[in-house]
């Protein structure tokens, strides 16, 4: 019998002493630092994983990622294992922790495939008492749903037999800035919002899931756990989230552009913004946004809100703006090249970061590989550098840093990582180019200095 | 001599000693408050204004304002006095605070004239040395065109014989929470952003017209002084402050359609949200918005980029949905109204809050005179509730609310002012409606509450 089934006190009882076991579903981004503070917080965890490298790289604490410093003692001592076998994982778990990505498909239709997948595998040979709490974000409705199907198949009563809950995650995806691994579980980095300090907001399927959840989410996040009404709201919550940001990003993306055309620098014109108090948050231009969440949560609600007949003209057209700016920056290659009498076609192109955000190793929905698929269309020989990806997955096949800029006929700053500010000098670069050309899209390089040194330089948010 | 063109010793040791005489021209919602500061900081101080009933009143120190306190004591001891005489004021001036409002006219074309008119009058007769700071909102440019205009009228040279400066106003147009007028200079209400706490941005002509801005609004800005590059940057400062509002207020109004078509309360995601401590920033959704800046600023940078060929949807769209909230809330209106058998055209709706701002008394653009007008065309008889607005402007003709709910069939809460949330109870007006119908676009009323007394409640932001 499992948790959610047992009386109110016995359940407490579980929790305050650690007595309940965690099935992780999911070991990557997010569920490997879940999973981690989780069973460092006294729980038996498993982590169950679809990916033979990733299970096995976890069993060997061999994984970088916010929290590594801890893993060797907790795979050590048994405390967190990860295996590619569900039933397993699963065997006397009380609670199932879903972090499995929820993506959307090349025409921009929610695929959920990943997280069905494991719902089917659930529905098989769920045990009664299960507390479920899902991390992944959602289109609206969705946990219900996963309940009800739940209930179907199994027999067991939601909110009787088996409780749901949703607490999507929020997570900051930095690595830390000033050692590349994090040497320690309190403050010794510059990221003041690691995992277990980021409040989170719970909704559930019924008053026991609720309680339960709130009590689970206290013993590892040490931040306010925040209980709202439905598992709806707690939906709508995390999709508002990602959806303020891309909408914001797209302001600002948008903005740039027009000022640019007025000669003016868009990031001077947020820094002087910023000096207001109230009523406004500084958002900076860039090669655009990528992740798993921002290109990805507003279309949850774009397509749900479609299907109710309304038509989400703000949403989308954020959408199509962030999603136009590696183009915008292909147009101001291509202009730079112009200037200095070459074209794309046939130019050596460096590209400066693949990750989605600077000091993460992150590629996924990275603008930099639309940038890059642009460029190579239009015959540009593309090198990309990023000693961050290259560091977690040296099969990318990336240029050094050392041999990127040999004969090259433009750079492009795509991400700003710390480790670019301390390796790339516009002097030392410049005679090894054959074209000196720089696209700054992160506002990186300073415009008068590259002019100075005789670069034709062209940026994001720059005067044009 | 005018300040400009002294020393730089004498032209500080005149702002230090108060010694330069300042000439504000405009005596309304930002002129006002202005004057009022830099008299009292004790700088001799005349008010320009073209509207001779604001000129009486400012003389007889009747306006209730965030300074009001202030007043009597600056007008009694002659450091303050309002004219109509453009030359009067001007007499002796080193400084020209200009505050006149900026507009758009119907068709959302650009409407300088006010200032083009002040600028006029300006070069008629100005004298050498004089420092312009202007603190209208202007699109991007502005300021540099009046200087180079004022050169070739006076023949004086910008940035040798005179300078001029772009201070763009920030302002939060909020009288005090707890009494209506403010009773003391520091700290005495809730209000944390009074006038002189709020930083702010300068540009300018000139190196020393940005050295001499900085100084004098530092004598009494008790906030940080930010100076920026250039006028254009300043100008675009402001710009960007204003869309920013206006684009996250549309997006929540997009939102909440959207959410309450799911049957959820907006405002419950958006508070779960606030939890989140980085990268969000919470608005509501509402009725519109209103005032002088956010439907207008906008305009000025769309028309800009407009005549430089560039699109800008994102603005478009966000100002398109925040005008559209009168008529979906007049949707909203037709529905509960429906559900109890009648229609708009021929019943007494109550109008709640005139102003654009709850506990302001401004009406400027006010998203209320849109919703009152469509009210109206269709048929449907508008009483007005608005004791602030009554307050100052007692000409309106408003119903006061002891006799607003007699036979009412609707009661929409457009905006929340403190003393509504005082002298509201919904088991007291039930009985004096004939049809008991809520309309709350501020989240006023407990849904919950309206529905079990019997009222057909709907908001915006609430379940459909």
């Known amino acids: 019998m499992g948790i959610f089934t047992e009386s ?3 359940s407490n009882e579980k929790i ?18 879940v999973a981690t503070l989780i069973s460092n917080a006294g729980f038996q965890t498993v982590i169950f994983d679809t990916n033979k490298r990733r299970v096995e790289s976890i069993n060997k ?12 003692k907790l795979i050590k001592t048994k405390k967190l294992r990860a295996t590619l076998d569900f039933k397993k994982a699963m065997m006397g778990s009380d609670i199932l922790v879903v972090c499995v990505p929820t993506q959307i498909t090349k025409e921009k239709e929610v695929d959920l495939s990943k997280l069905m997948e494991l719902v089917n595998l659930l529905e098989s040979g769920m045990e009664e008492g299960l507390l479920i709490s899902i ?26 037999d088996f409780g749901i809950s949703h607490v999507p995650e929020r997570y900051n995806p930095v690595l830390p800035r000033e050692k590349q691994v994090r040497v320690g579980f309190e403050e010794k980095t510059g990221n003041r919002f690691t995992l277990h300090k980021i409040p989170r907001v719970v909704g559930a399927s019924d008053k ?7 009590k689970f989410y206290s013993s590892f996040i040490k931040a306010k756990i925040v209980p709202v009404s439905s598992l709806e709201i707690a939906e709508a919550v995390k999709i508002t989230e990602n959806i303020f940001r891309d909408v914001n990003i797209a302001l600002v993306n948008e903005l740039s552009k027009i000022y640019s055309s007025l000669g003016l620098d868009t990031f001077e014109i947020i820094n002087g913004a910023s000096s207001k108090p109230f009523a406004f948050l500084p958002h900076f231009p860039s090669l655009g946004v990528g992740g798993e969440c921002i290109p990805v949560v507003p279309w949850f609600l774009i397509r749900q809100a479609e299907k109710i007949g309304l038509e989400p003209k703000l949403l989308k057209i954020a959408r199509e703006i962030n999603d136009s700016m590696p183009s915008y920056v292909a147009d ?25 955000k600077a000091n993460s190793s992150d590629v996924r929905l990275s603008p930099s590989l639309s940038l890059i698929e642009i460029i190579k269309k239009m015959g540009g020989k593309v090198r990309i550098c990023d000693p961050l990806v290259e560091k977690v997955n040296p099969s990318f096949g990336l240029t050094s840093l050392e041999k990127a800029f040999q004969e090259a006929d433009a750079v492009i ?24 050309v720089i696209i700054d899209c992160k506002n990186f390089f300073r415009k008068e200095e590259a002019e100075l040194l005789g670069f034709t330089y062209k940026g994001v948010g720059k005067p044009d």
């Not at 305050?16 to 630092?33: D, E, F």
């Open 8 to 10: 109110e006190e016995k």
């Open 61 to 72: 604490a061999q994984v970088v990622f916010e929290y590594s410093n801890l893993l060797p």
């Open 16 to 33: 305050k002493k650690r007595g309940c076991r965690v099935c992780v579903a999911g070991g990557g981004t997010i569920g490997l630092p």
């Open 413 to 436: 700053m795509a991400v700003d990582h710390e480790v670019f500010r301390k390796k790339i000098n516009l002097k030392k670069i410049k005679p090894q180019l054959r074209t000196p």
């Open 208 to 214: 026991k899931s609720l309680a339960l959840t709130v």
């Open 135 to 160: 991390e992944s974000t959602v289109p609206i409705g969705t946990c219900k749903k996963i309940g009800l199907s739940i209930e179907k198949k199994s027999g067991f009563r939601l909110g009787r």
């Open 332 to 356: 101001l290659l291509e202009k730079a090249l112009k200037a200095n009498g070459r074209e794309i076609a046939g130019s050596n192109i460096v590209v400066l970061g693949l990750a989605y």
